[in-house]
């Protein structure tokens, strides 16, 4: 319950964001890095490469560009030595600011959700990153900048003792024309992360497993490997953060600069007014799908949900002012 209310607030803060940038005309640019990975090796040793590597791409005058202070500094020091005759130091022309990738290339800020599905080939940790481009953008403007924050992702790993090859994985780089179809791929993703997914993926071959579809397979399965697997997630996972913001783009989205904690999040209460009530058979014909149902409702309400139950021949109860009305499944409907 409180993973499914921190993923559903996270979703929500990055659909606005992302809203915001299509209505004032920015570009939505979409950036997905990763490293290679074996069997064996540790979630923990991988999060952390991971992370270093990011942090190496946009923190630091290569990000943000020269501190007024420190081009201030430098500058005074021109005027002094030429002030001088240059005596003690060669002549050398007035200096320049020197800029940062953000400011190069216009990024007014990202975001970055990271995801660890785990394999036949052990845990295939990546991120996944919206660029936010001032105004238009074009599609090379938006793979010049990808292809430097990968090289630069590249040496950071390198220097860690891992990889990333490019074509192979490493860098996948798109420009999103409909932010509001990114932001849902995006939260979708989280959301399912968080709320005991079912959908598996195949990437050349292999099947990949969210860790909630994990423990999902373990309470049926009571799979010893299962066990360990998601024993690791949580002690690696434990205190990181799965999505994190540039710093004042939510600001500039009209949220609150400082996104709540997963503690906040999760102390909430939601209420307790129950609109639709699902019974145990109809819940467990739903499971692998409940994300459809979910989307039918935060698009036409109550009545949605409902019209989609009834599609599939579903009971469900529903609760109006005190009141329960059953609506029944056709005894030949699926499932």
């Known amino acids: 319950m409180c993973a499914a209310k921190v993923a559903a607030e996270r979703a929500d803060d990055l659909g606005s964001v992302l809203g915001w940038a299509v209505e004032q005309g920015h570009t939505v640019g979409f950036l997905t890095l990763t490293l290679r990975h074996w069997t064996g090796q540790r979630l923990a040793d991988l999060w952390d490469a991971l992370s270093a590597a990011w942090t190496s791409i946009v923190q630091g005058e290569a990000w943000s560009g020269e501190a007024d202070h420190a081009y201030r500094k430098r500058f005074d020091k021109w005027e002094t030595d030429r002030a001088n005759g240059w005596k003690g130091s060669r002549p050398r022309p007035r200096p320049v600011r020197r800029q940062g990738l953000a400011e190069t ?53 390198a220097r860690l003792g891992y990889e990333a090859v490019r074509d192979h994985g490493g860098l996948h780089i798109q420009v999103s024309h409909d932010a509001d179809e990114l932001a849902g791929y995006l939260a979708k993703h989280l959301a399912l992360e968080a709320t005991h997914g ?32 998601w024993r690791e997630w949580e002690q690696a996972s434990k205190g990181r953060r799965q999505l994190t913001w540039s710093k004042g783009i939510r600001g500039l989205a009209g949220l609150i600069d400082q996104d709540r904690s997963d503690e906040e999040i999760a102390e909430d209460d939601l209420g307790t007014d ?41 009971t469900y109860v529903i609760t109006s002012a005190g009141r329960a009305t059953l609506g029944r499944r056709p005894a030949d409907a699926w499932p």
């Open 274 to 314: 129950d609109l639709l009530i699902l019974d145990r058979e109809t819940w467990q014909a739903i499971a692998s799908v409940q994300i459809d149902l979910l989307e039918a409702t935060a698009k036409r309400g109550v009545a949605g949900a409902i019209v989609w139950l009834v599609q599939l021949g579903l």
């Open 198 to 229: 079912h959908v598996k993926t195949a990437r050349n071959g292999s099947e990949l497993r969210a860790p909630f579809q994990i423990l999902g397979d373990l309470t049926k399965h009571g799979d010893a490997a299962d066990l360990s697997v």
């Open 105 to 157: 290339y216009g990024i007014l800020g990202w975001v970055r959700a990271v995801e660890a599905p785990h394999g036949p080939n052990g845990w295939h940790p990546h991120v996944h990153v919206p660029l936010i481009f001032q105004g238009p953008a074009s599609d090379a403007w938006v793979e010049l900048v990808g292809e430097e924050m990968f090289r630069r992702w590249r040496r950071t790993l």
